[in-house]
């Protein structure tokens, strides 16, 4: 049974913006957002905040929604496929 957990990452001043945005999107999505390692909140200083929202928000919308062993889903996501994590009986 997963049970999941509330996860914070904290992106302080001197952050890279851009690496910054990249693995908050793959720690959020991974797996679908269905393992208790997920990013589930981001805490920022207000100095970064809307830099780092408006970098996560391009991120997130850029990622392609489909089966992620579909080739076409691999290829033309920017980051990481997104999909169900379960095929009938079978796990993906």
Known sequence: MELGGKNSTIVL????LDAASD??????????GQVCM???RIISTDRIFD???ERVLAK???????DPS??????????MPQGP????????
Not at 23 to 32: D, Q, R
């Open 13 to 16: 001043d001197d952050a890279d």
């Open 23 to 32: 693995m908050l999107v793959h720690a959020a999505l991974t797996y679908g």
């Open 38 to 40: 997920c990013t589930d």
């Open 51 to 53: 830099d780092l929202t």
């Open 60 to 66: 997130t919308s850029a990622s392609r929604v489909g």
């Open 70 to 79: 579909d080739v076409y889903v691999q290829r033309f996501s920017s980051n």
């Open 85 to 92: 994590i379960a095929a009938g009986d079978e796990p993906l």
